[in-house]
Structures are given as C-alpha cells and as structure tokens.
C-alpha cells in the first residue's frame, strides 16, 4: 500500500515508520523543515524508544521517505493526517488549523479511489464535515477516520501491535465498503493477529477517543481524589488502590496517585471534549470533567504548598532538587507536565531549583530557560535541603538514601510518583512525604 502521513510530531512520525516497518511505501509530511530532515536522515526528532531503530530499517528498505513538499503525496492512496489538535490560548477549545490546513493542502492532490484518513484527536463532528469538503473538491476520494491509542514511551509496540483498531466511515454503504477495504489492507498484520475493530461512524469513532482519554483522565483524579482524603485521616492510597484493583471491574491500572496527569493528549481532551459539549448544548453532561481537571491541578499545588511547609514556611532562596521533568517516563515530552509546572511554581516562589532529567531537558529548556538545569542526580541534590522526586524514572525509582546522603544539605523527600520505599528513606533518618500515604 502506498501511504502519505501528514504531520511527523510524536504521533505522525512513529505512524510513518511502523508503517513502512509493515511493509508499506511511505512518505511522511510536515512543514517544520529541522523535522523532515532529521528523519530524512534516519534520526528521531524527540525521545521514543525504538522508534530509532525502525527509521533505520525502514529508511534502509527505501520504502520511508520525508518531505516538507505536500506535492510528495502524490501517487499515494491512503493519506493519514497525524497532525496535533493542541488547547487553543485563551479557550478550553482544540485548535483545528493544522488539522484544516493539513485537508486543505492534501485537497488538489486527492485521485479517485484515494483514503483520506484522520488520525488527529478532534471534536465531534469534524470528519463529516471534512468528508463533505473532501467530497466537494475530489467527488472520487472519501475519508474515514481512525483514532489513534498509542501511549508516549510505548508508540511502537501501540502501533504495530494496537490493542484495538477503530474505523469511523461514511454513512454511504458503498464508500463505507471501499473505506473498511482499504484500512484492512493497511492494517493486515494486525487484523491478522485478531486485534479487535470496531466500525462504525464518523461521530462514534471521534468520540470513543475522548472518551477514552476522559476515562483515564478520570481515573486517575478519583484515585488522587482519595489520596487527598487519605492525607487528612493518615490512610495510604497505594494500598487502597491495590485493595480495590483487585475487583476486576475496577482493575489495579492508572490508579497510581501522584502529581497527577500530563502530556499533550489527556489534559487538552477533556477540556476540548467539555468546550465541544457546551458548544453542543450538553454541558452539564460532561461538567464532572472540569472536577477532574481541578483535582489534577491541585495535585501540583498540593506538592508546592508540601515543599514550602517542610521547609519551614517558605521556598525563598531554598534549594530544591528536582529530578523528573518529563511528563512521564519514557518520554522527552514536557507538554503539560505537572513535574516541570511544579520546579517552575517553586522557581516562581524564589526557590533555587536544580532540576534534571534524562531525556527533557532540552525541551524544559527552551520552554523556561529561567531554571537552573544540570544532567546528573548528583549535580541536582548537591547542596538541597529537599528532593523532590517527580517522574518515576527508572534510575530516579532505584535511588537509594545512602547514594545521595552525603551529598544532600537537608535529609528531606518528597516522593511525588509513590515508588520509593518510605521505610528505607525512614529507618537512613530522611524525612519522606509521598502522595496520599504515609
Ligand atoms: C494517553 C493515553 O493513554 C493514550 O491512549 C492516548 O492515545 C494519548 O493519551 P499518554 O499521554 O502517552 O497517553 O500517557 P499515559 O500513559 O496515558 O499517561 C498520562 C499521564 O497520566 C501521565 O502524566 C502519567 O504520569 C499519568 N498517570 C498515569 C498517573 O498519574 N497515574 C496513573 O495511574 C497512570
């Protein structure tokens, strides 16, 4: 099969080469220049494992090109749009330009028989009415959409081997027949190795991925949501959320309390998902979401207000240590990172912040050039009179006391993920505060 994938971000990019990993002949879109050239060259613009290794192959293959040059589509018949959906400034809304601009620029090079197909997290709506501009401008083309799950860290596996395959198709039985056709062809391997799908229509399809995505959101401010009243009776969340996941229904996955939740996706979804049902006249329908959104926020504020307090009263010309940037493990991704919010927040209180990380500092870098970043554990606990712990990390989960003791001002940590061991931290005579446990 012959593809195009507009938009190499962290979505686009790992759809292009998986693709071409699959044994399909690929180009791969965008119009930030240093990104098409990067990948052109077999090098992964932004940290994701293995994503290095099947550019290389694929490159190697000859069937994965880069181009900033939409005309570059031409010849393919599936066109996915891969493009971002980000929080417009100012509004709870997604921002629909790029993913406009990508159709309007794919328009005046669409064949008979070509698959226009949206992979972009976007509002209800939205792929009936690209579908009727599509059909306007190339009465021989026709667009499906196909929601994208993968998870930042594991986009590869997500991608060759998702755990489920969604296609959204026109209410035309015919066009719907030649859509499913097409799709099958590009995701053989997978429908092969019984991955369930589901097709269904353009509405279902847009919104099973927000709803999925407000789900998790949701799952994660309940159990932060018990966390807070276990901090107030001195009961432990980690326990608890064991207890509870044991019933099957519920299920022991993302209820991991915390600093709560990040990324470019699940922050932006459900305020985006909340601004389209008012739009719709529903508001109330998804008005738990804006809860779910105050109590991650106040997850962040919960940590800064814990800094300050066991520092005495005040972060002024404090030094704290901070180690996680990252939005979670696994990933260079800082969009909406609640640990980079929180070492900005402290460096706003006048807190002398060294902050690390082993893959975002470049980006943590450019977004608040202000901190203070430095590449080792050791260079960001030097002299701290508290550790904050705020991506669990490998490296960061194995740290123990005795590594940083000698080097710390003041034996003092705040475990923001719950991965350490608090009796290890307690019986080397640290001061150890977690989230929503002992
Ligand atoms: C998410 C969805 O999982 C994915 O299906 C969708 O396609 C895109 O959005 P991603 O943003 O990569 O993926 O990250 P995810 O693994 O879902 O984690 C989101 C955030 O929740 C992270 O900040 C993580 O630290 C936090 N989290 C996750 C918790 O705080 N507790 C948990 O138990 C699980």
Redesign the pocket.
Known sequence: MKISVIGCG??GAVHAAAMAELGHDVVGIDVDERKIDALASGQAPFFEPGLPEILTSASASGRLTFSTDMAAVKGATVHFVAVGTPQKPGSYSADMTYVDAAVDGLLPYLQDGDLVVGKS?VPVGTASRLAAKVKDSAPGANLAWN?????????VQ?TISPDRLVYGVSPDPEVAGKSRALLNEVYAKALNEQTPLVVTDYATAELV?VS??AF??T??SF??AIAEIAEVTGGNVTEL?DAIGFDTRIGR??????????????PK?IRAFGARAEELGRGESLAFLKEVDAINLRRRQHVVDLVVEMLGGKAFEKRVAVLGLA???E?D?IR???SLDIAVQLNGLGAIVRATDPEAIQNAHAKHPQLHFVDTVAEAVEDAEIVLLL??WKEYRSILPQQIEGLVAGKQIIDG?NVLDSAQWRDAGWTYRAMGRP
Do not use: H, M, Q, V
Request: glycine share 12%; proline share 6%.
């Open positions: 962290y979505l997290t929601p994208e799950f993968l998870r930042e860290g594991f986009a997500d991925k999925a995505n998790l959101a799952k994660i159990i932060n959320a996955r993302f209820l991991n309390a915390g600093i709560g939740f990040g990324g470019g996706c699940l979804d939005f979670k493990p990933s991704d909406d990172s609640p991506t669990e993920r």
